[in-house]
């Protein structure tokens, strides 16, 4: 195994700190803007933490006070909680489980169009798990629709076409 570490001694790089195995360097220069930059290979891990330490409002095994910017994809093993706006580009799945057994819970108002990707694909509930009550200005049924033989329909004459 190759490994070395070296101080600097140049005015720029006297607080400079490198390291580097056989595998991978790290670069730890606190003169330039307080920067740390580390690269490693494809393999294995670049930064691993290791701590019984769970994330709350004041300490975490990892914390900034500063943005977080991830280039690639990013796994979690536990809840992740976001304190203000969250916005996300791009195609979103929630739950994972084809078997319906996850569940989503909106605690917030919808303050947007509800609108399908595809035209007469997907369904609101299901013949096991239909949605109560229906509240809303108006309902546009196009095609043929099917009352259950128990239902009723009550227009009243002053709101129909």
Not at 22 to 50: E, K, R
Not at 81 to 97: K, M, P, Q
Request: aromatic fraction near 4%; glycine fraction near 12%.
């Amino acid at each position: 195994m190759n490994t070395s570490l070296n101080a600097g001694t140049h005015a720029k790089t006297a607080d400079t700190i490198v390291w580097r195995d056989d595998n991978a360097s790290f670069v730890a220069n606190v003169v330039t803007a307080n920067t740390l930059t580390m690269t490693h290979g494809v393999s294995d891990a670049t930064i691993a933490v290791t701590s019984a330490l769970a994330a709350d409002a004041t300490k975490a095994s990892i914390q900034t006070t500063g943005g977080i910017k991830v280039a690639l994809g990013s796994k979690f093993g536990a809840a992740v909680d976001v304190t203000g706006n969250l916005t996300v580009g791009g195609d979103v799945d929630l739950g994972n489980a084809s078997e319906g057994t996850d569940t989503i819970t909106l605690t917030g108002r919808v303050d947007s169009l509800i609108d399908t990707a595809t035209s007469i694909t997907y369904d609101i509930g299901s013949s096991g798990r239909k949605w109560r009550t229906y509240y809303g200005q108006g309902i546009d049924l196009t095609g043929n629709t099917t009352f259950a033989a128990a239902a009723t329909l009550d227009i009243a004459a002053g709101h129909a076409t």
